[in-house]
């Protein structure tokens, strides 16, 4: 679907565009969950289950996650992996490619980079291109377009904004949502953060033959990260979404173990 619900996760979170600085540590982690939804009645509920995999060396770090949906009455797998390459002390970049078997809701496969620069004395602002393309199993697609920034506010917080500009076709339909977080904490101790993103999406398949185009979402969610010990906690997301079809409620939990 043309939103970010569908976009990379960053390590740890449930929810795309949280930003968690530095999370796991070591070489990486392993993270196994599951989530809950409720619709608005008349809808189906919605049941997720995910198995997480990051692996960090000097200079590249590699991200694997395989997901199964249950979403519309039908399920599916969701397939994903993506690199992050430190170039030097100012840059670094992000590429990620997924597809999934067959259920009309995800992608056949989606494609997305950004490019990340770090600026001021002590490297504290980080300004983020990216872009993606996403194809339907349908005639449905979707360019995207986001510009955002973070800014580290000594010692342990974290302000993110940024904009995801969509194409979306057929139809050359073009929308964007905004989105705005903040996160506090440290890592091996906890992550809490809560965003907000408002705006219209392009597209959304809720059946093989149905589906929303130009419509406008809320979505605010929450997610604490807790380690436990020094290798090992959970992870908890709560989330409200809404458009003019449904509303959704949900949450998702999993264990991670840093190594």
Same mark, same amino acid.
């Given at each position: 679907?043309?939103?970010?619900?569908?976009?990379p996760?960053?390590?740890?979170?449930?929810?795309?565009?949280?930003?968690?600085?530095g999370?796991?540590?070591?070489?990486?982690f392993?993270?196994?969950g599951?989530?809950?939804?409720?619709?608005?009645?008349?809808?189906p509920?919605?049941?997720?289950? =995910?198995?997480?995999?990051?692996?960090?060396?000097?200079?590249?770090?590699?991200?694997t996650?395989?997901?199964?949906?249950?979403?519309?009455g039908?399920?599916g797998?969701?397939?994903?992996?993506?690199?992050t390459?430190?170039?030097?002390?100012d840059?670094?970049?992000?590429?990620?490619?997924?597809?999934?078997?067959?259920?009309?809701f995800l992608?056949?496969?989606?494609?997305?980079?950004?490019?990340?620069?770090?600026?001021?004395?002590?490297?504290q602002?980080?300004?983020?291109m990216?872009?993606?393309?996403?194809?339907?199993?349908?005639?449905?697609?979707a360019?995207?377009?986001?510009?955002?920034?973070?800014?580290?506010?000594?010692?342990?917080?974290?302000?993110?904004?940024?904009?995801?500009?969509?194409?979306?076709?057929?139809?050359?339909?073009?929308?964007?949502?905004?989105?705005?977080?903040i996160t506090?904490g440290q890592?091996k101790?906890?992550f809490?953060?809560?965003?907000?993103?408002?705006?219209?999406?392009?597209?959304?398949?809720?059946?093989?033959?149905?589906v929303l185009?130009?419509?406008?979402?809320?979505?605010v969610?929450?997610?604490?990260?807790?380690?436990?010990?020094?290798?090992?906690?959970?992870?908890?997301?709560?989330?409200? =979404?809404n458009? =003019?079809?449904?509303?959704?409620?949900?949450?998702?939990?999993?264990?991670?173990?840093?190594?």
């Amino acid at each position: 679907m043309a939103q970010q619900e569908e976009a990379p996760v960053s390590p740890g979170s449930a929810v795309p565009g949280i930003f968690f600085p530095g999370v796991g540590g070591g070489h990486g982690f392993i993270e196994a969950g599951g989530g809950h939804s409720a619709l608005s009645p008349g809808n189906p509920s919605w049941t997720d289950g =995910y198995l997480r995999a990051v692996f960090t060396g000097a200079v590249n770090t590699i991200q694997t996650e395989v997901t199964r949906e249950d979403r519309y009455g039908d399920r599916g797998y969701y397939f994903t992996g993506g690199l992050t390459h430190v170039f030097n002390q100012d840059w670094y970049a992000d590429v990620f490619a997924g597809t999934s078997s067959y259920c009309f809701f995800l992608p056949k496969y989606r494609f997305d980079g950004f490019i990340h620069r770090k600026l001021l004395p002590q490297k504290q602002l980080i300004l983020v291109m990216g872009g993606g393309y996403e194809k339907a199993k349908d005639v449905h697609s979707a360019f995207r377009l986001n510009p955002e920034a973070n800014y580290y506010v000594r010692p342990s917080w974290v302000l993110q904004s940024g904009v995801i500009f969509t194409r979306g076709d057929p139809g050359a339909v073009t929308v964007h949502t905004q989105y705005f977080a903040i996160t506090q904490g440290q890592n091996k101790s906890h992550f809490i953060s809560v965003r907000g993103e408002y705006g219209r999406e392009a597209w959304e398949l809720i059946g093989p033959s149905s589906v929303l185009v130009d419509f406008p979402i809320h979505d605010v969610s929450a997610t604490w990260r807790q380690w436990i010990a020094p290798n090992w906690g959970f992870n908890l997301t709560v989330e409200r =979404y809404n458009n =003019y079809i449904f509303n959704r409620i949900g949450a998702t939990a999993g264990l991670f173990l840093d190594f």
